[in-house]
């Protein structure tokens, strides 16, 4: 079975800090990685994903993953942050059965809070 | 640019009462989720739905759930007989075949008082 791990229940950072949110994961087979957004009061929003080919994904707003298959992590990272960047922040795998998609499973979460 | 819209936004129920959620997938998607997240929790998978059938569902999909696409554009999901522990936000999503990623509905805040 897969699982998702995020170590961090809460990171508080300053406006135009650097930011990384941690994600690791297990399976024994090929997934997809996705980082999703909450922000308050609305429902996730793909922020970016790894399906295959490069590591370094790119996303929506600046932010950037980093996929490593040799230590299961699929890390956010941001290089500047800004007060509308505070939201919950979710890590997601889903199977890759060889081409078709197994549902999400979702991390806890991660509650990035940018104070200015 | 189209998105998956669900209705009602907050739902408040009486323990045992039925009540149905309603989403409203994109329109030329063919792959339907439900997941929901109880407060402070990781958000969950319930179901999934394609050709008309259910193709997967989770633990937590039991007997008192279901799901049903009465038309060509709704897609809903009904609790029969609502308990305290089902309080918690229910997300729709949909995914078009060859996508690799779900688009997910604002959710709606199911309160089972």
Sequence with gaps: ?116 | EPEVTQTPSHQVTQMGQEVILRCVPISNHLYFYWYRQILGQKVEFLVSFYNNEISEKSEIFDDQFSVERPDGSNFTLKIRSTKLEDSAMYFCASNLAGKRYEFFGPGTRLTVL
């Excluded at chain 1, 932010?63 to 040799?70: G, I, L, Q, V, W």
Aim: with cysteine; charged share 15%; net charge neutral.
């Design chain 1, 1 to 116: 079975a897969q699982s998702v791990t995020q170590l961090d229940s809460q990171v508080p950072v300053f406006e135009e800090a650097p930011v990384e949110l941690r994600c690791n994961y297990s399976s024994s087979v090929s997934v997809y990685l996705f980082w999703y957004v909450q922000y308050p009061n609305q429902g996730l929003q793909l922020l970016l994903k790894y399906l295959s080919g490069s590591t370094l994904v790119k996303g929506i707003n600046g932010f950037e993953a980093e996929f490593n298959k040799s230590q299961t992590s699929f890390h956010l990272r941001k290089p500047s942050v800004h007060i509308s960047d505070t939201a919950e922040y979710f890590c997601a795998v889903s199977v890759n059965y060889g081409g078709s998609q197994g549902n999400l499973i979702f991390g806890k979460g991660t509650k990035l809070s940018v104070k200015p």
